[in-house]
């Protein structure tokens, strides 16, 4: 089957960039597929284009994502229509009008509307770098992006998503909890959490009021390691740090980092975006694609 781009959300910290290389550590076979921080989904909306077709369990701590991801699963036609509805009204005043949304969107917090969906995603579309970014008081704050004329998602690609969505199980709830009550022996797990950071407190990793903390991240590795357990298969992308290299050197993972850097476009100015060797940890099985990666042993 030839592969299809089927994202549709900017999302800052995206693996479309770097699927070309990170598919070949997909497992050959599993059963259902769980993803504990969706985002923009790039590796889900990859394997539907590849004909995966299972059950697909997709969790985000951002309640505001899995409502949008809900209505366009379910109303992709009234989406589209709240979405024509916004830009009837940006000719000549993008700017305004992404503010305007921007503030409509943060009174109707949780209403889980087709409205609400279509305002997230047009602040998505019109903002600055796909950035999700919330203040101390959980409202979203991220800036324009200078986009003219105003851009939205075609009628086409909404039907599209919508069909790849089906068959998913939508949840709002903590990864630790996710991992535990939905990953099942012979499923596959792929995780995307905010990225170990070292020295750095940058709030552009700051997509939920509560933030990622080191905490988060020891959680997050004996979740791992409880699932890989169970016989679970896993696999993760972090920031390669000395931090994150020590909490996986127990043994029971693999530790890889990328041969080649990948761009992050994310950052307050152009001289904050810079090239990185992700960090790559797969528990309980081989792949084809070690070639790809640098090997750390211990």
């Given amino acids: 089957m030839k592969e299809k781009n ?27 597929y769980l993803e504990p921080f969706v985002g923009g ?28 991801y809900q209505n366009l699963r379910d109303n992709p036609r009234q989406i589209f229509h709240a979405l024509k509805q916004i830009e009837s009204r940006s000719e000549g005043r993008e700017e305004a009008l992404y503010y305007e949304t921007r503030d409509d969107f943060n009174k109707h ?16 579309k019109n903002n600055f770098n796909g950035l999700y970014r919330v203040n101390r008081k959980g409202f979203f704050n991220a800036p324009w992006g200078r986009c003219a004329p105003f851009r939205r998602p075609s009628k086409a690609r909404l039907l599209q998503v919508s069909s790849a969505l089906q068959n998913t199980q939508l949840l709002s709830m903590d990864f630790e ?47 791992m390691h409880t699932a890989h357990k169970s016989g679970v298969q896993l696999l993760q992308s972090n920031a390669n740090t000395e931090t994150t290299q020590r909490l ?10 990328g041969a080649e850097p990948t761009r992050r476009a994310i950052g307050p100015t152009a001289e904050g975006r810079h090239t990185v060797h992700d960090l790559i940890i797969a528990a309980r099985y081989m792949t084809i694609g070690q070639f790809l990666f640098r090997r750390i042993d211990y």
């Fill in 6 to 32: 089927l994202g549709l959300l900017r999302w800052a910290g995206g693996k479309t960039q770097d699927l070309p290389r990170l598919r070949y550590l997909f497992p050959a076979n599993f059963n259902n």
């Fill in 41 to 68: 989904g790039a590796v889900f909306f990859f394997l539907r284009s590849c004909g995966y077709n299972k059950k697909a369990i997709l969790n985000d701590s951002n309640e505001e994502l899995i409502a949008t």
């Fill in 109 to 124: 917090l949780s209403s889980r509307t087709v409205s609400q969906a279509a305002r997230f995603l047009a602040l998505n």
């Fill in 248 to 257: 996986y050197n127990g043994g029971w993972c693999d530790i890889w980092v």
């Fill in 177 to 223: 909890a996710c991992l535990h009550q939905y990953a099942k022996p012979g499923d596959f797990v792929y995780l995307d959490p905010p990225y170990c950071t070292q020295g750095d407190t940058s709030d552009f990793t700051a997509y939920s009021k509560a933030g990622f903390t080191g905490f988060d991240q020891v959680r997050l590795r004996d979740a």
